[in-house]
């Protein structure tokens, strides 16, 4: 069975996703539209309707799910951040509760390329509830993170010691959306200089604060390789990222709490404004592979722009994470 999807009237469904991505209209806005497979074909999607009106609603879009279909949607919505209009993105992936198990599977193998020509969001939720599309439920997702999830990978690997737990062990804060199990990405392997890295940035005798890897030459099927290493800030970050380049980052930093230093890691996925849509698709099926690799720590954050990206935006996740 084929893994990609082909789109009936193509020009109909990027011409709706585009004006939902588009600023030209009014800024805040509940702009969606929802996507689903032809005559239940694994590999064939297809527009299902779309609203980019300065009336449209999210609560319209979710009307319009259905328990037995699988169905996706790109949502727009905005929050204000640091007393400025933030625009996000939502990417839905519904699995309908009476789908049979045995379609879930066929069209999991699909969703990466469903994925791929939707284009990338600041929050991805996979559910059968509705439960999980509340307006006011996605709203505080997004204002308490800016895009952020606080995840706490305690189970660390390669024998990295757990630099920073033993001060105050921060607990795991992420809803969990994912109601049906899908078919997960293949491994992820990464070189022996980027493990090395990774494992003196988790040691108290090493300056480096971040580390930066990416696939070798840019092709997924090699290798995380390690692409720069540095002592400084999230300026300093800002150097090795390029809008259209995947770049993951392990951040090292320092939070002081009732004059207590404790020391926290930020896992960084970056995906810039300018990469393909094609290749959005392939490291979106190997984003948890990938994050393996560089526990533990204690934030992780999906960003796609430079404005993202400060020690304000860190710190406030830092602080979400408890």
């Known amino acids: 069975m084929s893994t990609a999807v082909d789109i009936k009237d193509k020009e109909a469904f990027q011409a709706a996703l585009s004006s939902i991505r588009s600023d ?3 800024l805040a806005r509940q702009s969606w ?13 297809s527009l299902v309707d779309t609203d980019n009106s300065s009336q449209a609603q999210i609560s319209d879009f979710v009307s319009k799910l259905s328990d037995d279909l699988v169905l996706y949607g790109l949502l727009r919505h905005s929050v204000t951040v640091d007393m400025t209009v933030a625009v996000k993105f939502i990417y839905v992936h519904w699995i ?15 969703h990466g390329s469903v994925r791929a020509q939707i284009g990338d969001a600041h929050l991805t939720i996979e559910t059968s509830s509705l439960d999980d599309l509340n307006l006011e439920l996605i ?11 606080n995840k706490v990978l305690e189970n660390a690997k390669h024998g990295l010691p757990e630099r920073g737990f033993t001060q105050h062990q921060v607990k795991d804060t992420k809803k969990t959306v994912q109601a049906i ?30 580390v930066a890897a990416g696939f070798d030459n840019g092709d997924v099927k090699k290798p995380l390789v390690l692409l720069s290493e540095g002592t400084g800030d999230s300026d300093e970050i800002k150097n090795v990222l390029e ?16 004059e207590v230093s404790t020391v926290k890691f930020i896992f960084i996925a970056w995906v810039g404004e300018n990469v393909k849509p094609t290749m959005k698709g392939k490291v979106s099926t190997k984003k948890s592979a990938v994050e393996k690799l560089f526990v533990p720590h204690h934030v ?3 960003m796609s722009s430079m404005a993202e990206l400060s020690e304000h935006s860190i710190e406030r996740a830092m602080s979400n994470s408890g």
């Open 139 to 149: 709203t505080k997702q997004l204002e308490e993170s800016s895009g952020v999830y």
């Open 96 to 110: 309908g509760s009476n789908v049979p198990g045995s379609k879930k599977g066929r069209f999991g193998v699909v």
């Open 181 to 210: 199990a899908v078919p997960s990405g293949p491994g992820v392997n990464a070189n022996e200089d980027l493990m090395t890295s990774v494992k003196n940035l988790h040691s108290d005798d090493d300056p480096t604060t971040w």
């Open 300 to 302: 992780s954050m999906f």
């Open 33 to 45: 539209a929802l996507i689903g497979h032809v005559d239940k074909n694994p590999n064939v999607i």
């Open 24 to 26: 030209q209209a009014e």
């Open 243 to 258: 809008d259209d380049k995947v770049i993951y980052i392990l951040y090292r930093k320092t939070d002081v709490v009732h």
